[in-house]
């Protein structure tokens, strides 16, 4: 069996948000082939990271009643999943922003959290892992997270996979995230702190695959890392046939080769490569 990293890893071989959706037609294409496309990054300032924690001047009832408010409206957009309703019900994202925005964490908007990085929109959180899912009756299997960012979206997929494996770029970030996550104490996410371009392959082969960055293609090494019958969910920026800009691709591996299929527009940080 193979080993798998302690909570938090770092990659061994490492080197020196998010968006807002409107709903759009869909189509699908066969992918022969996939090329890998990634933007090299830059160093960013590194400010100290400090664990967010809830305000202790808003209740925990008041917490819990507007976050079951979000789902509520999740599910008025269109979020059917009731797995992935439940787990967006479950997660505190309070806990994930700083206390001075913990008041609009449960409103359909995006927030900073250091480092030029946000925390995705409650709808395109709950809509990519919905499309993630793709109607699964049960848990997915094994799961790899490009753009830990918060760490809030890991939290939620560790509610609705098997093993999560998440993927930040920022030490900043690894390290927040980690400090995020640690008092939930989620044995099965993984934090590995390195390039997500080139994914993880010791913990391949994936059921699913969801990132948090757009490039201009997806990188071969993550449809390499994809199962059979798995799913990669991620946003791609000017793909032919897609909106302006960036838009949601889903690409299913078959029996007999890639699949991709575009929905709507978004609007994410560019993917980059290498560490920071």
Known sequence: MKQRPSFPARLPDASSEHGSSARADTRRHDLPQMQAVAKPGTPANKPSARPMVASAEVSVQDFRAVRRDMVNRLARAGI?????LAAMDDIERHRFVDSALQGQAYKETSLPIGL???ISK???VARMIEL???GATGKLGR???VGTGCGYQAAVLSLVASEVYSLERL????????????TLRLPNVHLMFGDGVAGYPKGAPYAGIIAAAGGSAVPAAWTDQLAVGGRLVAPVAGHPGGPPGQALIVIDRTPRGLQQTIFEAVHFVPLKSGVA
């Not at 059917?80 to 992935?84: K, L, Y």
């Open 80 to 84: 059917a999943d009731a797995t992935v």
């Open 143 to 145: 799961v790899l997270e």
């Open 171 to 182: 030490r900043g970030l690894h390290d927040r995230a980690r400090e995020n996550l640690r």
């Open 132 to 134: 993630l899912r793709n």
């Open 122 to 124: 409650p709808g395109v």
């Open 116 to 118: 030029g990085q946000t």
